[in-house]
């Protein structure tokens, strides 16, 4: 059983940075975050396989960027140039499988077993 907990959200304005963690209490194969903003559907931001290769959206390609602490068994997801359409609920999540022979294709919700409670990012204008 993982377990996953998010931190670092909160409220800045366009612009800004912020920094999110995500603290996994288990083994890990596959890592990413996610968001999902009011009346919309939950949707991939970053990726990070067992070799450390990333994957971002379109939209965030370039802002901001996904990485790993694999000692402390961490995610990190640092966002540069917010802006208001970045605001969202942001969730952490993880794979283990046993067997895994590759990592989900990016965005691929269902195939992610471990999901964090999620933290608020706000951008206002």
């Known amino acids: 059983q993982v377990q996953l907990v998010e931190t670092g959200g909160g409220s800045v304005q366009a612009g800004g940075s912020l920094n999110l963690s995500c603290a996994a209490s288990g083994v890990t194969q596959c890592m990413g975050w996610f968001r999902q903003a009011p009346g919309k559907e939950r949707e991939g931001v970053a990726a990070?396989?067992?070799?450390?290769?990333?994957n971002y959206a379109d939209s965030v390609k370039g802002r901001f960027t996904i990485s790993k602490d694999s000692a402390k068994n961490t995610l990190y997801l640092r966002m540069n140039s917010l802006k208001p359409e970045d605001t969202a609920m942001y969730y952490c999540a993880a794979v283990y499988v046993y067997g895994l022979i590759a990592c989900p294709s990016f965005g691929r919700l269902s195939s992610y077993n471990y999901w964090g409670q999620g933290t608020q990012v706000t951008v206002s204008s």
């Open positions: 990070i396989d067992y070799n450390g290769i990333t």
